[in-house]
Nanobody, 119 residues
Framework: QVQLVESGGGLVQAGDSLRLSCAAS????????MGWFRRAPGKGRGFVAS????????SPADSVKGRFTNSRDNAKGTGSLQMNSLRPEEKAVYYC????????????WGQGTQVTVSS
């Protein structure tokens, strides 16, 4: 069974950077899409970015374009989210997620990693 494990969260100041990582454990797994979501306090889970199997297409949400960069390494079964110029309102639990090999719906989720941005 494949599991996703995030790491790299923490406490930073506004304007700082963080790099989140996601590692897939278990059998060899190459999802169609590997994505990042976040849940801010008191809010629902929101999309941040995704990368296709080829890792050529990355789709960041409008709110993070130009500041966040996501990537994936199929050989290593890993994904990453580089977050620059973080804002206090981006304090959230960040989740790594993946679809099946030929699917578009996310059905595999990590446990989440906390990101806190102080003003």
């Amino acid at each position: 069974q494949v599991q996703l494990v995030e790491s790299g969260g923490g406490l930073v100041q506004a304007g700082d950077s963080l790099r989140l990582s996601c590692a897939a454990s278990g059998r060899t797994f190459i999802p169609n899409l590997m994505g990042w979501f976040r849940r801010a306090p008191g809010k629902g889970r929101g999309f941040v970015a995704s990368a296709s199997r080829s890792a050529v297409i990355t789709s960041p949400a409008d709110s993070v374009k130009g500041r966040f960069t996501n990537s994936r390494d199929n050989a290593k079964g890993t994904g990453s989210l580089q977050m620059n110029s973080l804002r206090p309102e981006e304090k959230a639990v960040y989740y790594c997620a993946a679809t099946g090999a030929n699917m578009d719906n996310y059905n595999l989720w990590g446990q989440g990693t906390q990101v806190t941005v102080s003003s």
